[in-house]
Each structure stands twice: as structure tokens, then as C-alpha cells.
């Protein structure tokens, strides 16, 4: 039974990456401090270990790691906003705790290291649909460390041949993503807001675009990356729908009354090019925002 490490297990992606791979029958660790993450959404197949990746010896990393053939790098802090009124935690859990589990990974022979980036990297980008080979512009800490995690994952497959490749994802939704706290998403806050009969609340003008993306296809692409045949090197790859909505058009999918409000500093639009996974990965993505709004109302009662 092959042994592989995911941190941020108990995450919102990690959790259901989890319950994936025990499916297909790997030995599952999981690493997670639980400062986003929930024990309900831990698998009682996976061996749980509760520390901060920023903080864990080495050693104990290495003990951790023994005969891991694959390490799916999830945990972090996500979310712009928070990363901007507080960097320095942000800091931490996403950039010295990457540092830490690749400089481990490498020592301990992982077979192929995957990282969960993100396309804050690209910032306001000018062109649409983004590309990998765009220039990177973050507006955020969070968008910043992200960026500098895949570029220590390509140095460490360049310096110490530690087989990395980086997983950009494009505006996750789906099953266990969080309905409030910092790190809610939109449709998670659209959410929350239906089922207590608010109002739902738009930054700026709510004509901003977003390429959302299934966590299901997210899972699908962290499985597909870790068994690809040949070397990758540190390649960096979108992982995004490739379809974009405003987020009018996503309150409109709930069907609320919407309320303007907070202006704030955002990229206008993201959209995945995402032609570079399906055509090396052979990824695709299925999901389909729309019919899972509904889904999940209906799930919800609202």
C-alpha cells in the first residue's frame, strides 16, 4: 500500500483529498494544527498528526515522512484581506512551513512533491484568460508567499532533484468549504447569508469575475499531478474551470436580495487558460457552479 503525507487534512480540499485517496486505497498521513481546519472533517483511516509545519523539527518531519512517496502540500492561511491586515502568521504557515516540508521531503526520497499554489500570483492581471507564463503582480502577502512556494518548489527539483510541480487553483468551491470566518469564500458567505434570510452583501459594484472551480476537479488534478510518468520538474500548472461569472451573476444564482456595500482593492477578473493541464496532465474540469448552487440550496432548505 503506497504511504503518502497530505497536510491541511483537515482543510476544506485537503479533507476531501483525503477521503479520495483512502478510496483508492493509499496509507494516508495527514499533518494540520487545526487553525482552519476541523476534526470532523478528518478521516478515521488516516493517521492524524497535529502540528504546525512552521514549528515541527526536522526530525520529527522526517519520522513523519518515512517511506512517503508522495507529499501533497495543502495546508496554509489563506485569503487576501486577513493576509494584508496581519502578515506576519501568513509568513509563517506559507512560506517557512513550505521551506521546511520540501527541505524534508528532499531528504527523505518523496518520490514527487505537490504543492497547492494559487492565481493570486497573477494580481489584476491586464490579460484574460491568465496564463502560466504571465508576469506575476500579487496584491497580498498571501498571493506573494504563494508565488514564492512554487518558486522553492522549482529550486529544490533544479538543486536537490525533488520531483515538485505547483497546482494553481482558480476560486475553490464545494462540499466542506467554510460558510463563515476569514477565510469564507463568496459562495460560502452568499451561503450563510440565504439561510439566515439576509441580504446578500457585494464588494465593489459586484461586476468582478471570478473562474470558479469545483474541489472536486482540484482533487481530481492533485491525483492525476502525482501520477504522472514523467518528471515535472517544478512545472507550475492552472487549475481553473475556464469559465468565469461575475459576482452578481453568482447572487443571482442564489436568488437573495443584494446589498452593496465595502469597497476593496481586488483584481477585476480571473480566468484560468487552463490548456497547459489538459494537455500535459490530461486534467479536465467537470464542475459546473451553477448546478451546484442549486444542489446545495436545496441541501440547506433555502
Not at 261 to 270: A, D, I
Not at 287 to 300: A, Y
Amino acid at each position: 500500500m503506497k504511504k503518502v503525507l497530505v497536510t491541511g487534512g483537515a482543510g476544506f480540499i485537503g479533507s476531501n483529498l483525503v477521503d479520495s485517496l483512502i478510496n483508492q486505497g493509499y496509507n494516508v498521513s495527514i499533518i494540520d494544527n487545526l487553525s482552519t481546519g476541523s476534526e470532523s472533517n478528518l478521516n478515521d483511516k488516516a493517521t492524524f498528526y497535529n502540528y504546525d509545519l512552521s514549528k515541527i523539527s526536522q526530525k520529527k518531519l522526517l519520522e513523519i515522512l518515512e517511506e512517503v512517496e508522495f507529499v501533497f502540500h495543502l495546508a496554509a492561511l489563506a485569503r487576501v484581506q486577513p493576509s494584508i491586515l496581519n502578515p506576519m502568521p501568513y509568513h509563517d504557515a506559507n512560506t517557512t512551513s513550505t521551506l521546511n516540508l520540501l527541505n524534508a521531503s528532499h531528504k527523505s526520497n518523496v518520490k514527487r512533491f505537490i504543492y497547492s499554489a494559487s492565481s493570486s500570483c497573477y494580481g489584476n492581471s491586464d490579460k484574460v484568460p491568465q496564463n502560466e507564463s504571465d508576469p506575476i503582480n500579487p496584491l497580498s502577502p498571501y498571493g506573494l508567499q504563494k508565488y514564492v512556494g512554487e518558486l522553492y518548489c522549482k529550486l529544490y527539483s533544479q538543486i536537490y532533484d525533488l520531483d515538485t510541480v505547483s497546482l494553481r487553483y482558480f476560486n475553490v468551491y464545494g462540499e466542506r468549504m467554510s460558510l463563515s470566518g476569514a477565510y469564507c469564500l463568496v459562495t460560502g458567505i452568499f451561503a450563510r447569508q440565504m439561510q439566515q434570510g439576509l441580504p446578500l452583501t457585494i464588494t465593489n459594484d459586484g461586476n468582478q469575475r471570478r473562474d470558479f472551480t469545483y474541489v472536486g476537479d482540484v482533487v481530481d488534478a492533485n491525483l492525476i499531478a502525482a501520477k504522472h510518468k514523467q518528471k515535472l520538474n517544478g512545472e507550475v500548472f492552472n487549475i481553473g474551470n475556464g469559465k468565469n461569472f461575475s459576482i452578481n451573476d453568482v447572487a443571482d444564482m442564489f436568488g437573495g436580495k443584494k446589498e452593496y456595500g465595502e469597497l476593496r482593492t481586488e483584481p477585476f477578473e480571473t480566468l484560468a487558460d487552463n490548456s497547459k493541464a489538459r494537455k500535459i496532465l490530461g486534467w479536465k474540469p467537470n464542475g459546473d457552479l451553477s448546478s451546484w448552487i442549486n444542489k446545495f440550496k436545496f441541501e440547506l432548505g433555502i
